[in-house]
């Protein structure tokens, strides 16, 4: 079983630095080298697949949001949904939903803890 985070990107994209086209770009052909050789792939995943438009049609509505998702997708989630008949997948919701919020659900040990659900994580055991 695998899993991913609804909210997988914060932690791996600097948003201090990624505040227009041009430092989105930048950013992905230094995660993603052979972009910067293939400048038609990068215009796809650029202004196809994550376009510059923020009117919440493609799950974000700023930049930081775009960042996210873009991130989250490609390195996070594209490797969580790979499809295999043996192996099942699941999307963690609960807010704040960042990586790794799953692991104290996933590993809960039937202690009473404040800080998640504990109904919930009684559930995901089975």
Same mark, same amino acid.
């Given at each position: ?37 293939? *400048?038609?792939? &990068? ?10 438009? !923020? @009117?919440? +049609?493609?799950?974000?509505? /700023? ?31 609960? *807010?704040?939903? &960042? ?10 040990? !039937? @202690?009473? +803890?404040?800080?998640?659900? /504990? ?8």
């Amino acid at each position: 079983m695998t899993s991913h985070c609804t909210d997988e990107g914060p932690f791996f994209v600097p948003n201090t630095l990624l505040t227009n086209e041009s430092s989105y770009q930048t950013f992905l052909t230094s995660l993603i080298p052979p972009l910067a050789e293939d *400048p038609a792939s &990068l215009n796809y995943l650029t202004q196809v697949l994550y376009p510059p438009i !923020f @009117d919440g +049609s493609h799950d974000y509505t /700023t930049q930081t949001e775009r960042n996210n998702l873009t991130i989250a997708h490609a390195v996070i989630v594209c490797n969580a949904r790979i499809p295999h008949p043996t192996i099942y997948t699941y999307e963690f919701a609960v *807010p704040p939903a &960042l990586h790794g919020g799953d692991l104290a659900y996933t590993l809960y040990d !039937f @202690d009473p +803890s404040p800080e998640i659900n /504990t109904t919930l994580a009684e559930i995901l055991q089975g």
